[in-house]
Nanobody
Framework: VQLQASGGGLVPAGGSLRLSCAAS????????MGWFRQAPGKEREFVAQ????????VTSDSVKGRFTIPRDNARNTVYLQMNSLKPEDTAVYYC????????????????WGQGTLVTVSS
């Protein structure tokens, strides 16, 4: 599975941004999909994940109520809708695919995109 993340950019605090993660090489319909982020000088952290059917989602406490993770299996794409952005959301965001488990940890994910930078100005 090859994953291509896009949609990052510069946005003012309080604004919104939608990231996309398009897959090729294999259908995503059998994979849970997740988003992670890594801020400068910090470890990569879990943001959100969605089951292959889209019926189950998990979001981290830091983004709960602000971020959602819809997916479109027909388009082989998963999104991260980010609202009410804060400067502390500034990071490189990575999408990933997990065909093995429902564990919201980076080591549970098999395939990774290249990352897209989100910068939130104060």
């Amino acid at each position: 599975v090859q994953l291509q993340a896009s949609g990052g950019g510069l946005v003012p605090a309080g604004g919104s941004l939608r990231l996309s993660c398009a897959a090729s090489g294999r259908t995503l319909s059998n994979y849970a999909m997740g988003w992670f982020r890594q801020a400068p000088g910090k470890e990569r952290e879990f943001v959100a994940q969605i089951s292959w059917s889209g019926s189950n989602t998990v979001t981290s406490d830091s983004v709960k109520g602000r971020f959602t993770i819809p997916r479109d299996n027909a388009r082989n794409t998963v999104y991260l809708q980010m609202n009410s952005l804060k400067p502390e959301d500034t990071a490189v965001y990575y999408c990933a695919a997990n065909g093995r488990s429902w564990v919201p940890r980076s080591d549970a994910y098999d395939y990774w995109g290249q990352g897209t930078l989100v910068t939130v100005s104060s």
